[in-house]
Structure formats: C-alpha cells, structure tokens
C-alpha cells in the first residue's frame, strides 16, 4: 500500500464509515458500516488509485498473500512478491474460477522456518525453493481453519515457476467441477481433497492440466522478473552510538526487524484489533512518504510494516 492511497482510504473512512481503516487477517482494509448507495462512489475512487474490490468476497479466489517480509527477509530463498503479484493478477476474475461452492485462499513464503505466510493453513500455498538453480515452490494444497480445521498437504515437493498459474487454472476446474455446491459448509477444497484422497485429486488436476489450452500468461511474467525490486529512498546509515530516547531500546526491541540488506530495518506497526483511525492513518502516510516511499505493507497478524527504514 503506498502513501498516497493511504491518505485516500483514510478520506473514504471518514465521508462514508465509521472514521477507522480496518486491517484484516487477509491482509485486507475493510470498512464498517457503509451504505449500499456509497459503494459505487467508492468503488471508483479506489480505483482512481489502483485499488479494487473485485473478488475480496465471494466463492472466488480471494486476495493473494505473502509473507510481508518478502524481499527483505534475512532467512528467504528468493523473493516470493512478484509470483504472489502474478498469480493475483492471472487468477483475478478468471472465467475458470468463477463457479466454486465457496472460497479459495492463496498464500506465498520465501522459506519454511517462519510461519510468516501461514502456507500450510491455506487452500494452496507454496513455499520459496530452488533445485538445480532454479527457482520453484514446494506446493500445499487443502488447508484451512474453521470449525474444521485441515492442515495442507504437500502436493508437489517441486513445482518450477512456470508451472504455477497453469496449476492453480487445473485446480479451478476441478474444485469448480467437483467441489460441494449445496452444503456450504462443507464446501472448502479441504474437503474435496479429503473425499477424493490427494493422490485421485492430483491425477484429476494433472489430467485437466494436460487439457489447458496454452496461455502465454503463464510464463510471461517471468521475463519481468529481473526488473523486479524496490529501490529506497534514503542511504543505509547506522546508529552509530547516537543518543537514544527513552524507551526506545524495549521499542526497538519489540518492534524492530533487521533487514538481510545492511542498514535497513522494518518497522512494526502495531494496531489494536488491526484497527487504524483515519487521522492516524494519515500521520502515518506523512511518515512512509518521508522515511520509505512506497514500501508499506499488511501483516497477517493485522499491522503495518514500514520497509527500508535506514537505520539511523
């Protein structure tokens, strides 16, 4: 999220909610107490700064995650922002998933060690490897929480890169072709793994796999990924012994996260319930803008992080 979309989901917060930008477990904003006859209004102006509402509800493809460290994690295999980026991309209003019985959440890790992305918790995710110098992901598939909750089960101990929107378009298939249509509650793909067995369900999807017709998508953005970064906007200078407030040795401690880059950090923005009043939300736009740019993103666990914080 950059600086200047902030500043325009705070205006929306106050003209047409209850004033508090709301950060969800998705990763999300959400906003509270909207009158149906507003929603047009402010439909078009996210979009004005690229923002949409297409498929963050509904028995589609909800917005694709990642770990919010991606890119500057000290403990990643490759950064995973630009796969997550293209698979919310290829996948957002496909015609191939658009008749699912319920939802279908995607999640990307740069590594297995932190649950940053809580992959296994998802109805397919993929975690950051590389074999033979290539870069490629160990997928999970039919995970989920809820009143039943199913760890995912690994589905390929390697897919390489280009092989991962083909995937996802077969899974769509399947689970639009064969998941539960009438019982709700029982119509996650977690169960329609569970009912299947993973080694029917991965036949079906190799099988429909076979079938795609070809979708030069796939791999196009693959060209693109050199091109792939974020460049900060202030030198990486260290402390260097300078005076420090009070109080700001347990903060640095509780909310400080060492970038694998030499003299960044990522800063921690801790919100009560993931809620973020708009005047806040403004202060912090104002300091993003000054300190990092356009490098703010959502946790998981309902925060902001500000990127490529210079040390000093």
Same mark, same amino acid.
């Given at each position: 999220?950059?600086?200047?979309?902030?500043?325009?989901?705070?205006?929306?917060?106050?003209?047409?909610?209850?004033?508090?930008?709301?950060?969800?477990?998705?990763?999300? %904003?959400?906003?509270?107490?909207?009158?149906?006859?507003?929603?047009?209004? %402010?439909?078009?102006?996210? #979009?004005?700064?690229?923002?949409?509402?297409?498929?963050?509800?509904?028995?589609?493809?909800?917005?694709?995650?990642?770990?919010?460290?991606?890119?500057?994690?000290?403990?990643?295999?490759?950064?995973?922002?630009?796969?997550?980026?293209?698979?919310?991309?290829?996948?957002?209003?496909?015609?191939?998933?658009?008749?699912?019985?319920?939802?279908?959440? %995607?999640?990307?890790?740069?590594?297995?060690?932190?649950?940053?992305?809580?992959?296994?918790?998802?109805?397919?995710?993929?975690?950051?490897?590389?074999?033979?110098?290539?870069?490629?992901?160990?997928?999970?598939?039919?995970?989920?929480?809820? #009143?039943?909750?199913?760890?995912?089960?690994?589905?390929?101990?390697?897919?390489?890169?280009?092989?991962?929107?083909?995937?996802?378009? #077969?899974?769509?298939?399947?689970?639009?072709?064969?998941?539960?249509?009438?019982?709700?509650?029982?119509?996650?793909?977690?169960?329609?793994?569970?009912?299947?067995?993973?080694?029917?369900?991965?036949?079906?999807?190799?099988?429909?796999?076979? %079938?795609?017709?070809?979708?030069?998508?796939?791999?196009?953005?693959?060209?693109?990924?050199?091109?792939?970064?974020?460049?900060?906007?202030?030198?990486?200078?260290?402390?260097?012994?300078?005076?420090?407030?009070?109080?700001?040795?347990?903060?640095?401690?509780?909310?400080?996260?060492?970038?694998?880059?030499?003299?960044?950090?990522?800063? @921690?923005?801790?919100?009560?319930?993931?809620?973020?009043?708009?005047?806040?939300?403004?202060?912090? #736009?104002?300091?993003?803008?000054?300190?990092?740019?356009?490098?703010?993103?959502?946790? @998981?666990?309902?925060?902001?992080?500000?990127?490529?914080?210079?040390?000093?």
């Amino acid at each position: 999220v950059t600086p200047k979309q902030m500043r325009v989901l705070a205006d929306l917060s106050e003209e047409y909610a209850d004033a508090v930008v709301h950060i969800t477990t998705r990763q999300d %904003i959400q906003y509270h107490f909207v009158h149906i006859e507003d929603t047009p209004t %402010i439909m078009r102006r996210l #979009a004005a700064v690229g923002i949409t509402t297409h498929e963050a509800c509904g028995n589609v493809i909800r917005n694709v995650t990642a770990c919010p460290l991606a890119g500057v994690c000290q403990g990643e295999t490759f950064d995973v922002s630009p796969y997550a980026k293209a698979m919310a991309d290829f996948m957002l209003n496909h015609p191939d998933c658009q008749d699912f019985g319920r939802k279908f959440k %995607i999640a990307f890790s740069g590594c297995s060690e932190h649950a940053c992305g809580i992959v296994n918790m998802h109805d397919l995710g993929g975690i950051a490897k590389t074999r033979g110098g290539k870069n490629g992901f160990e997928i999970y598939v039919g995970g989920g929480l809820g #009143a039943v909750p199913h760890q995912a089960k690994v589905m390929y101990e390697f897919l390489p890169e280009e092989e991962i929107l083909p995937l996802m378009q #077969a899974i769509g298939r399947v689970f639009a072709h064969l998941g539960e249509k009438k019982n709700r509650a029982k119509a996650r793909v977690k169960f329609l793994v569970a009912k299947l067995g993973l080694e029917e369900f991965i036949r079906l999807v190799e099988e429909e796999r076979q %079938i795609l017709p070809h979708d030069k998508r796939w791999t196009s953005y693959i060209n693109e990924l050199p091109a792939w970064g974020e460049n900060p906007i202030k030198d990486p200078t260290s402390l260097n012994g300078e005076a420090k407030p009070e109080g700001f040795n347990l903060w640095q401690e509780k909310n400080v996260i060492s970038q694998r880059q030499e003299g960044y950090k990522v800063v @921690v923005i801790m919100l009560p319930l993931g809620d973020i009043s708009s005047h806040q939300t403004r202060k912090l #736009a104002d300091i993003a803008e000054k300190y990092v740019g356009d490098y703010v993103r959502t946790t @998981v666990e309902q925060n902001f992080v500000l990127r490529w914080v210079s040390e000093s």
